[in-house]
């Protein structure tokens, strides 16, 4: 895997099968690490997505997660998912211009292509380490050559598309594009910046949505993000409801059963 490539200032770990890189972000952190490092490894034999999920994590996709430290609250550093979107949606554009119109960002960290999900973020932190440092885990995977059959959300992956590519050459891209971007966001009043950027390519901007959390669903529409990264939605009544977690639907698509586990 010499392919793979970190950007000057991030150490980078690259493994050929792993439980999940996000854990090995997690031991690398409790072994005393202190430096920023991307963990990248192709395959994941325990790979897990947002909400207690399963990430089915086969040879062939990009499975990556960035140990990195904040001065920011644990709050900002969520809004993070937001940074890590907008890189990942730069890299496949950097990489195939024609998708340039075909790839969305949807709430609260899916990265679309036509519509379909190719990539998923899981962002996870840790105790803080001493002062001013948070520890973040920022863990995403690309569907990059395959995507899993059935899934709760349309899947698709970047071969699938018309960008054929193999995992390195985006991890290289999307490295570079995230230190761009979290230069952006760590910078003061940094969100604003990335909060109006994600806006510009959000799906399903202005229009109706069901968000769900659990066994519980809101309909509205979706207006904008707010400046903590919560998704707005104003309901019938009129009145703006701030989610801060839960899955999106948007109007038309199937919804799965409430019960669904699978990613
Ligand atoms: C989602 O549910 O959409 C988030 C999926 C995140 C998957 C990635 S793959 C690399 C990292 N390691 C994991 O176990 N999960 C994340």
Same mark, same amino acid.
């Given at each position: 895997?010499?392919?793979?490539?970190?950007?000057?200032?991030?150490?980078?770990?690259?493994?050929?099968?792993?439980?999940?890189?996000?854990?090995?972000?997690?031991?690398?952190?409790?072994?005393? =690490?202190?430096?920023?490092?991307?963990?990248? +490894?192709k395959?994941?034999?325990?790979?897990?997505?947002?909400?207690?999920?399963?990430?089915?994590?086969?040879?062939?996709?990009?499975?990556?997660?960035l140990?990195?430290?904040?001065?920011?609250?644990?709050?900002? =550093?969520?809004?993070?998912?937001?940074?890590?979107?907008?890189?990942?949606?730069?890299?496949?554009?950097?990489?195939?211009?024609?998708?340039?119109?075909?790839?969305?960002?949807k709430?609260?960290?899916?990265?679309?292509?036509?519509?379909?999900?190719?990539?998923?973020?899981?962002?996870?932190?840790?105790?803080?380490?001493?002062?001013?440092?948070?520890?973040?885990?920022?863990? *995403?995977?690309?569907? *990059?050559?395959?995507?899993?059959?059935?899934?709760?959300y349309?899947?698709?992956?970047?071969?699938?598309?018309?960008?054929i590519?193999?995992?390195?050459?985006?991890?290289?891209?999307?490295?570079?594009?995230?230190?761009?971007?979290?230069?952006?966001?760590?910078?003061?009043?940094?969100?604003?910046?990335?909060?109006?950027?994600?806006?510009?390519?959000?799906?399903?901007?202005?229009?109706?949505?069901? =968000?769900?959390?659990?066994?519980?669903?809101?309909?509205?529409r979706?207006?904008?993000?707010?400046?903590k990264?919560?998704?707005?939605?104003?309901?019938?009544?009129?009145?703006?409801?701030?989610?801060? +977690?839960?899955?999106?639907?948007?109007?038309?698509?199937?919804?799965?059963p409430?019960?669904?586990?699978?990613?």
């Amino acid at each position: 895997m010499a392919e793979f490539t970190a950007p000057d200032g991030y150490g980078l770990v690259l493994l050929d099968q792993v439980d999940s890189t996000n854990s090995e972000a997690a031991r690398l952190l409790a072994s005393g =690490a202190t430096d920023p490092t991307w963990i990248v +490894a192709k395959e994941q034999l325990a790979g897990r997505g947002r909400r207690g999920r399963d990430w089915a994590s086969t040879p062939g996709n990009l499975y990556s997660s960035l140990l990195l430290f904040t001065d920011r609250s644990l709050g900002d =550093a969520a809004t993070l998912s937001f940074v890590v979107a907008l890189a990942l949606r730069d890299a496949i554009v950097d990489i195939s211009q024609d998708l340039a119109e075909r790839v969305t960002l949807k709430w609260p960290n899916d990265v679309l292509v036509d519509g379909k999900k190719v990539a998923g973020i899981l962002l996870e932190s840790g105790n803080k380490i001493e002062a001013g440092a948070h520890p973040v885990i920022i863990g *995403c995977g690309v569907n *990059c050559t395959h995507h899993p059959a059935s899934t709760r959300y349309p899947a698709t992956n970047l071969a699938a598309a018309g960008a054929i590519r193999q995992p390195f050459e985006l991890f290289n891209v999307y490295a570079a594009n995230f230190d761009r971007w979290y230069n952006k966001w760590a910078a003061k009043d940094g969100f604003d910046n990335v909060r109006t950027s994600w806006l510009n390519h959000a799906a399903g901007k202005g229009k109706p949505i069901t =968000a769900r959390f659990g066994t519980s669903e809101i309909e509205g529409r979706f207006e904008t993000l707010d400046e903590k990264g919560r998704l707005i939605l104003v309901d019938s009544n009129n009145k703006k409801i701030p989610i801060t +977690a839960g899955d999106i639907f948007f109007s038309g698509a199937d919804k799965p059963p409430q019960s669904s586990t699978s990613r």
